[in-house]
C-alpha cells in the first residue's frame, strides 16, 4: 500500500496538488466567507478594498469615503487591484474578493512544488508545498478581510521559481507587476536584484535593482502625491530612523548597529521573527534565497507601530513563499554533506516529513479549526436579523455605518464608518445603521454609540428598524 501510495504521488504530483489546491480555496473560503457573514469582518480593510474595486468595476475613479482621501491611490500604490474588476461583473459581492484571496494564497504551492522537485523528488516537494498552505501567517491572513498583499503571494512564490528556472522574462513580468501592488513591494523587487548579484548575474541583478529603487521614489514622490491632492502621506513610521526613505536609507549605511538594535528591540519581535522561521526549523538560513526576507523584516520590526511587529494579522503572508523556499534550499545544501545517496534521500525525506508534522500539529491553535466546528455555521438571531434591516437601505443612499457592517453596504460612492470623527459635526448621511450586539471598533462601550443614535434621531433623523439590537435611522426629508 505504502509503495502503490508513493508511486502514484509520483506519476500524478500535479493532480495531487490540484485537488488539495482546490481543498485549501474551499477551507479559507468557508473560513473568511463566515467571519464575515458573522459580521466580524470591517471597514479597513475589507470595506476599503470592496468600494474601491467595485469602482474599477464601473470604470469609475477609485475614490473611497471610508479613507477620507480624493483617490485610493493616494493611500497606498496599488493598481493591480484593477485585475480584480472583471470578477465583480460575474459577481459583485464582497465574497468574491475573499474567495480570490484564497486562491491567491493557495496558488504558490504550485511553484515551491516545482522548485523543491528539481533538488529532492516529488514527495519532499508536496511536503513543502502542504506546509507552505497551512503556515500561520497564511491562516491568518486568508480569515483577516482581505489585502492587496494577498497579490503580491503568488508573484513573488513564481518570481522565485523563475529566477531558479532562468526563465528571464516571465520573472520579469512578475517583477513589474510587483511594483503595481503596493509601493513597499518595489524595495523586495530592489532585493530580487541584489539576490541576482550576489549569483552573479550582474546584468540583469543591476537592471532589477535600479528599476525597484527608482519605482519605490516614483511611487513615494509623484504618482501617490499627484493622487492624494495635497493630502500627506500617513504610513510612514520609521521616526527612529529618519522623516522620509533618504533620511532612512542614511543611517541605515551609518548606523547599523542602531538598525539591529531596533530589529531586536523587545520581546515581541523576537518572538515573531522566530515564529517566521520556526516552522521549517531554521533550514531558510542555510540558503542565499534568506536575502529576500531583509526587506520584509526590516519593514516590520523597524517600525514604530506595534501592530507590525505581532504575530496577528496579515503582514506574514508575504515572506511565507520566501522562507518556505529558502528553506527547502537550506535543505538541499545542508543534504549535500552526506556522502551516502540513500542516507541523504532518507534525511530529505525524514526533515521535509517533520516540518509537515510540525505544521500540522499547530492546527489545532490556527484559525482553520473553526471550519471543522459545527457551531461555525450557526448563523445567530443577530446575524439572521441583518438582511432584513440592510434591505431597508436603498443602493445609491448614503450611509453611515458601525465598523463590521460597512463592507455589507460598500457598494456605493458614499459610506462612512462611525468613529468619533465622523459624528462630530453631526452627519449628513441619508441613512445611518448600527448593532449593539456588533464589535464597536473606536469607543469604549456601545452606549457612546447609542448616545449618538439617540440624539440625531431629535435631529433629523427618524428610527425605521429596531430589532435583535439592529438600529437603521433614515434622514427626514426636510
Known amino acids: 500500500m505504502k509503495n502503490k501510495l508513493k508511486v502514484f504521488f509520483e506519476k500524478n504530483p500535479i493532480k495531487v496538488l490540484s485537488v488539495y489546491g482546490v481543498f485549501i480555496v474551499a477551507a479559507y473560503s468557508l473560513l473568511s466567507f463566515y467571519r464575515h457573514w458573522h459580521f466580524q469582518s470591517g471597514a479597513f480593510d475589507l470595506g476599503v478594498f470592496d468600494q474601491s474595486i467595485w469602482h474599477y468595476s464601473r470604470f469609475e475613479k477609485p475614490d473611497s469615503s471610508l479613507t477620507g482621501l480624493p483617490n485610493i491611490l493616494a493611500d497606498h500604490f496599488h493598481p493591480a487591484l484593477m485585475l480584480l474588476a472583471p470578477l465583480y461583473w460575474i459577481l459583485p459581492k464582497a465574497e468574491t474578493l475573499l474567495f480570490a484571496q484564497a486562491v491567491l494564497l493557495m496558488l504558490p504551492i504550485f511553484p515551491i512544488f516545482f522548485f523543491g522537485r528539481k533538488r529532492f523528488g516529488d514527495i519532499p516537494a508536496i511536503c513543502f508545498s ?86 519605490f521614489w516614483l511611487e ?22 529618519g522623516s522620509g526613505p533618504l533620511e532612512a536609507l542614511k543611517t541605515c549605511l551609518t548606523q547599523p548597529w542602531l538598525v539591529l538594535k531596533i530589529l531586536f528591540s523587545n520581546q515581541t519581535k523576537v518572538i515573531t521573527m522566530f515564529c517566521i522561521f520556526a516552522p521549517f526549523l531554521m533550514m531558510a538560513f542555510f540558503s542565499p534565497w534568506i536575502l529576500l526576507t531583509v526587506p520584509l523584516i526590516c519593514e516590520r520590526m523597524l517600525s514604530t507601530g506595534s501592530c507590525y511587529w505581532v504575530i496577528n494579522y496579515h503582514y506574514t503572508a508575504v515572506i511565507s513563499p520566501v522562507v518556505t523556499c529558502a528553506s527547502a534550499d537550506g535543505l538541499f545544501r545542508l543534504s549535500k554533506y552526506l556522502r551516502n545517496e540513500t542516507t541523504r534521500k532518507k534525511v530529505i525525506l525524514l526533515l521535509s516529513g517533520l516540518c509537515l508534522l510540525l505544521n500540522v500539529a499547530v492546527l489545532r ?67 445611518i445603521i448600527a448593532c449593539k450586539n456588533l464589535q464597536f471598533f473606536f469607543f469604549k462601550k456601545y452606549d457612546d454609540i447609542n448616545d449618538f443614535l439617540l440624539k440625531e434621531m431629535g435631529n433629523g433623523y427618524r428610527k425605521i428598524f429596531d430589532e435583535q439590537g439592529w438600529v437603521v435611522l433614515q434622514k427626514v426629508k426636510s
Open 130 to 215: 502542504a506546509s507552505y498552505s497551512i503556515l500561520w501567517g497564511i491562516q491568518l491572513a486568508a480569515e483577516f478581510d482581505f489585502h492587496e498583499i494577498s497579490l503580491a503571494v503568488p508573484l513573488i512564490a513564481f518570481s522565485i521559481y523563475f529566477i531558479d528556472q532562468k526563465r528571464w522574462r516571465s520573472f520579469f513580468i512578475c517583477s513589474f507587476l510587483l511594483l503595481t501592488v503596493k509601493e513597499d513591494m518595489c524595495l523586495l523587487v530592489a532585493f530580487f536584484g541584489i539576490y541576482l548579484l550576489s549569483q552573479k548575474e550582474f546584468k540583469k541583478g543591476l537592471a532589477t535593482m535600479i528599476v525597484g529603487i527608482l519605482a
Open 365 to 431: 491553535k490556527m484559525p482553520i479549526r473553526k471550519v471543522l466546528k459545527p457551531v461555525y455555521y450557526r448563523l445567530t438571531d443577530v446575524d439572521l436579523a441583518a438582511p432584513r434591516a440592510l434591505a431597508l437601505i436603498p443602493d445609491n443612499a448614503s450611509v453611515l455605518a458601525q465598523d463590521t457592517i460597512v463592507p455589507h453596504l460598500s457598494h456605493r460612492s458614499h459610506i462612512r464608518d462611525i468613529m468619533p470623527e465622523t459624528i462630530t459635526p453631526p452627519p449628513t448621511e441619508d441613512y
Open 220 to 241: 513615494m514622490n509623484v504618482l501617490m502625491p499627484y493622487f492624494a491632492e495635497g493630502h500627506p502621506y500617513k504610513f510612514w513610521s520609521f521616526s527612529q530612523l
